[in-house]
Structure formats: C-alpha cells, structure tokens
C-alpha cells in the first residue's frame, strides 16, 4: 500500500497567515492527490482533486501543488472557518489512502 | 447535488455482525462509484472498501478483506456493508462516500454522508 507521510501533525497560526501542509508519498502517485478538510463531528469536505483542481465552490485562498512523490497544500490567508483538520489522500492506486491529518487551530 | 444518509450504526458485542446502509439521492446513483470510509475516535480517515457503478466490481483495503462486504442495490438507490466478527478496533464512525470519477472506483469523494456509529463491546 502507498504510504501518505503529512506533515505537521499539528499547527497553530491566526487568521491572515498563510498555512503549508505537506504530503509525502512512498512512491510516485503521479498528481493523484486529493486535499480534504473536517470540522468537529462532520463529514470531511473535498477541497482540492488531482493536486491542484480546486473543487467546486471552494475558496480561491485555498490551493495545491506538486507531483510524483511531494505535494503542498496551501492557505493564503487563514480566515475564521479554515480553523478545521486537513487531509492528504492518494488515489493513484487502491486501496486509497490517507495522511494522518494536520490540525489548524 | 446529491444527499447521502446512512444507517445502521449501533452497539454490538465483539463477534457479532452489522449492516450499514446508505441511502442516496439528488445523482445518478448507477454512474459512479461508491466506498466506505471509516474514522476511529480521535483518529484519521480509513477507506475501507470501493464498489464500481455498472458492473459493480469491488476492492478492499486488508482491514475489511474477510469480514465485510461491500454492495449496491442501484434499484433502491443504497449501499451496504455487511461487516462480520466485529472486533473492538472497528468502533468508529462510519462514511458512504461518493467517487466523483464515475463509475470506476477512483478515489477523490465528492459527496459525504454524515456518518453513522459502530460501537463494539461487550
């Protein structure tokens, strides 16, 4: 199985900062990268498909980048409503899996 | 856009067995494909198991090989998971999620149910 490695586990910033997270994959997963976001009791939220495809509705503050092994996701400008834990995902090839999170607060 | 409900969730004892089903609508339920995601308390997201649109092809992640099975009954517009020998390690909150690629299991999920909640002990 594809190991996803993100990082930090955890992050504390205020609203206006910029905010990286990163993903590391165990082997080349091409751009096969989804980014997802999850508040307290709900259902996570997909914010950015195939590293850097912004889903629909979501934020323009929020972006990707990178392929083959490395992937970043961004926050440009933290807002009240981004403070939530973000998630990795591969999807190059099953079984799908999934960083450990990094939580913004 | 589509909406996504599950049910089932309960408290069972270590050994026995679960149905979760997912009831769908608002989206072409037979187009895409569809998985379960589960989260243990305090924990990260595990996929579990992926089922195809059409011909309903499945895939499993280790954990759930052997003891669940994944389906769809595209005339009722649900999916199940048929989870068996439950052990303690499985009490986490369960997802239908669905796969915004089509009908091939893919793996970006556009659309979340709310959850529903397994618990094991005894």
């Known amino acids: 199985d594809i190991q996803m490695t993100q990082s930090p586990f955890s992050l504390s910033a205020s609203v206006g900062d910029r905010v990286t997270i990163t993903c590391q994959a165990s082997q080349d997963i091409r751009h096969s990268v989804n980014w997802y976001q999850q508040k307290p009791g709900k259902a996570p939220n997909l914010l950015i498909s195939?590293?850097?495809n912004l889903a629909a509705g979501v934020p323009s503050r929020f972006s990707g980048s990178g392929s083959g092994t490395g992937f970043t996701f961004t926050i440009s400008s933290l807002q009240p409503e981004d403070f939530a834990t973000y998630y990795c995902?591969?999807?190059?090839?099953?079984?799908?899996?999934f960083g450990g999170g990094t939580k913004v607060e | 856009e589509g909406l996504m409900s599950e049910s089932g969730g309960a408290l069972v004892q270590p050994g026995g067995s679960l149905r979760l089903s997912c009831a769908v609508s608002g989206f072409t339920f037979t187009s895409y494909a569809m998985s379960w995601v589960r989260q243990a308390p305090g924990k990260g997201l595990e996929w579990l198991a992926g089922?195809?649109?059409?011909?309903?092809?499945?895939f499993y992640a280790d954990s759930a090989k052997g003891r669940f099975t994944i389906a769809r009954d595209n005339s009722k517009n649900t999916l199940y998971l048929q989870m068996n020998s439950l052990r303690a390690e499985d009490a986490a909150i369960y997802y239908c999620?669905?796969?915004?690629?089509?009908?091939?299991?893919?793996?970006?999920?556009?659309?979340w149910g709310h959850g529903t909640r397994v618990t094991v002990a005894s």
């Open positions: 995902q591969q999807c190059d090839r099953l079984p799908v899996t």
């Open positions: 999620a669905k796969d915004s690629g089509g009908s091939a299991i893919r793996g970006a999920f556009d659309i």
């Open positions: 089922i195809s649109g059409g011909i309903s092809g499945t």
């Open positions: 195939d590293a850097s």
